[in-house]
T-cell receptor
């Protein structure tokens, strides 16, 4: 069945290590997004991609990197440069264009110790 | 600067009654509004949306009202059910060079009491 899959659900890393969060979708969506959710805050956009091999910075891209080599996949790397990496990370996909909704994955809770 | 504000962090409603969740926005360029529902440790799911050319959109028990002059929208759930207990995010979007830039509120936690 169609959907968007994030793995793993929980992830622990030591400070100073890079970590990559996986996001795969089989909805044939061109657009994919990464958001971060912190307590008491709404979802904040990290990166987005509207087409394969192209991506743009969102509002809080510093310390993160992405790639979009395949339509189905949009992995997010949290680098050691990200000052507060512990958060709940959400991947989403959707149709390109305006007035569309996004479909979210289950999220990955990253804890950096 | 929060462009989408959900000023009530939580709301409790009796089962069968109406739940009203409110959202205010400041950016007049927003022209499409969405509500998402989120259960703990899960991703948000799309609930209902409304274009700025409308003032009401209804889908079953869910109705969204938009007051453009007041920059206010609300989500009505009638009748409320225990399964509606979740966090509800208001979101607003604007055209950013052909890309839909979406801004989310911080969410309102709804508890429906049986």
């Amino acid at each position: 069945d169609g959907g968007i899959t994030q793995s793993p659900k929980y992830l622990f890393r030591k400070e100073g290590q890079n970590v990559t969060l996986s996001c795969e979708q089989n909805l044939n969506h061109d657009a994919m997004y990464w958001y971060r959710q912190d307590p008491g805050q709404g979802l904040r956009l990290i990166y987005y991609s509207q087409i394969v091999n192209d991506f743009q910075k969102g509002d809080i891209a510093e310390g993160y990197s992405v790639s979009r080599e395949k339509k189905e996949s949009f992995p997010l790397t949290v680098t050691s440069a990200q000052k507060n990496p512990t958060a709940f990370y959400l991947c989403a996909s959707g149709r390109t264009g305006l007035n569309t909704e996004a479909f979210f994955g289950q999220g990955t809770r990253l804890t950096v110790v | 600067d929060q462009q989408v504000k959900q000023n009530s962090p939580s709301l409790s409603v009796q089962e069968g009654r109406i739940s009203i969740l409110n959202c205010d926005y400041t950016n007049s360029m927003f022209d499409y509004f969405l509500w998402y529902k989120k259960y703990p440790a899960e991703g948000p799911t799309f609930l209902i949306s409304i274009s700025s050319i409308k003032d009401k959109n209804e889908d079953g028990r869910f109705t969204v009202f938009l007051n453009k002059s007041a920059k206010h929208l609300s989500l009505h759930i009638v009748p409320s059910q225990p399964g509606d207990s979740a966090v509800y995010f208001c979101a607003a979007s604007a055209d950013s060079g052909g890309y839909q830039k979406v801004t989310f509120g911080i969410g309102t936690k709804l508890q429906v009491i049986p």
